[in-house]
């Protein structure tokens, strides 16, 4: 069946440094989205992506997802303390797979003031 | 307000006894899903529905019953709860399964 790596799965960095995490599947996706879970809460969502080779910001976030659909990456520029959480990609399978989501182990960000 | 709720959000049992997790959210959403969290191993979706009467096996569906008789609600039941069911749970409801999954705030069940 399908399934999502998703690497490292801890991070930590000083305040002001930059963070990546990685997603890589063993389909081709349909789309791709991305999450975060604060300690103690729920995942929320953050973004999606569906186009091959598209590219997404929200602020000091890029989102990307790479040509043959079956890779994506997180990157955050200058973290803040506030960024620190767990960071989750859940891909959607495509065909039969058709609506179930398979989620990465994610990625657990420490950040030191 | 737009959420998604569930109930209980703690509960200790015993190996065995039937328990059942509600879910229900207020947003006319078509789709809905549970999952499992436990640490190293991320989230795990358990069944999906796509839309009412209309449900899926998602990657651990062993141990677990679902229902969506109706749209808001979609409760999630283990018929015979065994110590490695013992987890975090989430039920999870979006527009579309491609739209944007609003997470409840998660259930802690431990089976003794």
């Known amino acids: 069946g399908q399934q999502v790596m998703q690497i490292p799965q801890y991070q930590h960095v000083q305040e002001g440094e930059d963070f990546t995490t990685y997603c890589n599947s063993s389909?081709?996706?349909?789309?791709i989205q991305w999450y975060k879970q604060r300690p103690g809460g729920h995942p929320v969502f953050l973004i999606q992506l569906v186009k091959s080779g598209e590219v997404k910001k929200q602020k000091r976030l890029t989102f990307q997802f790479g040509e043959a659909k079956k890779n994506s990456s997180l990157h955050i520029t200058a973290t803040q303390t506030t960024d620190v959480g767990t960071y989750f990609c859940?891909?959607?399978?495509?065909?039969?797979?058709?609506?179930?989501?398979?989620f990465g182990q994610g990625t657990i960000l420490t950040v030191h003031p | 307000e737009a959420q998604v709720t569930q109930n209980p959000r703690y509960l200790i049992t015993v190996t065995g006894k039937k328990l059942t997790v509600t879910c229900s959210q207020n947003m006319n959403h078509e789709y809905m899903s549970w999952y499992r969290q436990d640490p190293g191993l991320g989230l795990r979706q358990i069944y999906y529905s796509m839309n009412v009467e209309v449900t899926d096996k998602g990657d651990v569906p062993e141990g677990y019953k679902v229902s969506r008789k109706e749209k808001r609600n979609f409760p999630l039941i283990l018929e015979s709860p065994s110590p490695n069911q013992t987890s975090l749970y989430f039920c999870?409801?979006?527009?579309?399964?491609?739209?944007?999954?609003?997470f409840g705030p998660g259930t802690r069940l431990l089976v003794l």
């Open positions: 389909t081709t996706l349909s789309n």
């Open positions: 859940a891909g959607l399978g495509g065909g039969t797979s058709y609506g179930k989501l398979t």
């Open positions: 999870a409801s979006s527009e579309q399964v491609f739209e944007t999954q609003y």
